[in-house]
């Protein structure tokens, strides 16, 4: 449970993020959410009873004004924006490459660093939580530009994790595909759906609570001895094959 901590939520307003707000305001957590979209932050935030920023992650000056904004201290930071580009090496272009890691990587490392002095001023044992992806520990065609940026998220996690501890636990969650606003647009129809389904030894796509229940978890106290772990949540894709 995190009755009573305030907790920062990037990406507050997707698929993952406002269902894993919604299970921190009903376990009575303060929220502060960022997102890009004003009429879905704002909406969000008079049902939870939170407080918002709005702004784009690409923008290096949004980082700041959420640490203005956000309050102190800190107990918890998620970063729970990403993007999915799957596309062939040739047809991927420099501004891809560096759009996916602006967005996956470096917005994350920015936003901790904006946050950590209000998180180092929790009363507890403060926790991150970051996404990175199946795709960063397997290998799938026309992934080269999501997989590395989520690679990059991946080490970011040990690295952060080693230099802010004890005061800062950090952990990465690693789903496989979900079904998102954001995961939609590669699934194309239900049968096409199924087909993916059908290649995760649990026979189903991932639901946005499977993702926010882990996240919820981590930035609870019953975690407090869990740090540096990057958690597949992927229907057993990344590490099980049940057909020959």
């Keep these: ?20 707000c919604r299970m921190l305001s009903h376990q009575g957590a303060q929220l502060h959410l960022v997102g890009r979209t004003e009429s879905k932050l704002a909406s969000l935030a008079r049902e939870l009873g939170a407080t918002y920023t709005v702004g784009d992650v690409t923008d290096e000056a949004l980082f700041t004004r959420v640490a203005q904004e956000a309050g102190r201290p800190l107990d918890g930071l998620v970063y729970a ?70 690679g990059a998220v991946s080490a970011l996690t ?17 789903p496989s595909l979900t079904r998102t606003p954001l995961g939609e647009s590669l699934l194309g129809s239900e049968q096409m759906a199924a087909s993916i389904a059908a290649l995760h030894a649990l026979q189903r796509l991932g639901e946005a609570k499977d993702i926010a229940s882990l996240a919820a978890f981590l930035l609870s106290p019953q975690a407090d001895w869990i740090t540096g772990q990057i958690i597949g949540v992927d229907g057993g894709r990344s590490t099980l094959r049940t057909k020959g």
Excluded: C, W
């Excluded at 449970?1 to 894993?20: E, Q």
């Excluded at 802010?164 to 636990?169: C, F």
């Design 81 to 150: 924006v990403g993007t999915i580009t799957i596309r062939s090496l040739f047809r991927l272009t420099e501004a891809d490459f560096l759009n996916d890691f602006r967005i996956n990587a470096l917005g994350a490392a920015l936003a901790i660093q904006a946050a950590l002095p209000a998180l180092k001023e929790s009363a507890g044992v403060a926790s991150v939580v970051l996404f990175s992806s199946v795709a960063a520990s397997q290998g799938f065609a026309n992934h080269a530009s999501i997989g590395m940026a989520k």
């Design 158 to 174: 040990l690295a952060l994790a080693a230099e802010l501890a004890p005061k800062v636990r950090v952990n990465a969650i690693a």
């Design 1 to 20: 449970m995190v009755d009573g901590r305030r907790i920062l939520i990037y990406g507050a307003a997707g698929g993952i993020g406002s269902a894993l």
